[in-house]
T-cell receptor, first 113, second 114 residues
Framework: GESVGLHLPTLSVQEGDNSIINCAYSNSASDYFIWYKQESGKGPQFIIDIRSNMDKRQGQRVTVLLNKTVKHLSLQIAATQPGDSAVYFC????????????FGTGTRLQVTL | DVKVTQSSRYLVKRTGEKVFLECVQDMDHENMFWYRQDPGLGLRLIYFSYDVKMKEKGDIPEGYSVSREKKERFSLILESASTNQTSMYLCATCDEAGGVDTQYFGPGTRLTVL
């Protein structure tokens, strides 16, 4: 498959452990955030989202935390599995920009057995 | 489930050729987007469209044009392909009318310009 990011930061996690992937955003006017997962050779896949009026949102095995004070977003994956290996990136939408998103460059998650 | 399809997964073209990349969605979404994705640069917006026959430039429109004649179809056109347009091209859709800003992506087209 094709690599989507040759120079990405990489997080290596053992199977079964929890993973935490971080994202810093710059615009304090951003009001909506999304985490995407992108496997090699595929398009990004929606994982979970959160609006700025929330601090935490949980999905199936995933949790997103938002700290507006320091403009930081994190994605927590519980009991990481080999199928979680991918590039993860965050996206933010700024108030007043319709549906336009600004994307981070991503973090590669490698799950070791 | 939202389904976004792109006309080709892999494409090889020569410098100077005219290239058409097509994106089709089946969810009646108003908004459609074209991005390119390059290592270390993330996704960069080329063009987007809010409605049929409506288009707006994104962050890197130079060398590209778009067409949206039908709501479900958004085409990206490289008038005269150049080697620096070798990239992964991703189409996305969004249902702004539904009050949700999530963008859903197609599988991507890996374009190589020789």
């Amino acid at each position: 498959g094709e690599s989507v990011g040759l120079h990405l930061p990489t997080l290596s996690v053992q199977e079964g452990d929890n993973s935490i992937i971080n994202c810093a955003y710059s615009n304090s006017a951003s009001d909506y955030f999304i985490w995407y997962k992108q496997e090699s050779g595929k398009g990004p896949q929606f994982i979970i989202d959160i609006r700025s009026n929330m601090d935490k949102r949980q999905g199936q095995r995933v949790t997103v935390l938002l700290n507006k004070t320091v403009k930081h977003l994190s994605l927590q994956i519980a009991a990481t599995q080999p199928g979680d290996s991918a590039v993860y990136f965050c996206a933010e939408k700024t108030t007043g920009t319709a549906s336009k998103l600004t994307f981070g460059t991503g973090t590669r998650l490698q799950v070791t057995l | 489930d939202v389904k976004v399809t792109q006309s080709s997964r892999y494409l090889v073209k020569r410098t100077g050729e005219k290239v058409f990349l097509e994106c089709v969605q089946d969810m009646d979404h108003e908004n459609m987007f074209w991005y390119r994705q390059d290592p270390g640069l993330g996704l960069r917006l080329i063009y987007f469209s809010y409605d049929v026959k409506m288009k707006e430039k994104g962050d890197i429109p130079e060398g590209y044009s778009v067409s949206r004649e039908k709501k479900e179809r958004f085409s990206l056109i490289l008038e005269s392909a150049s080697t620096n347009q070798t990239s992964m091209y991703l189409c996305a859709t969004c249902d702004e009318a539904g009050g949700v800003d999530t963008q859903y992506f197609g599988p991507g087209t890996r374009l190589t310009v020789l």
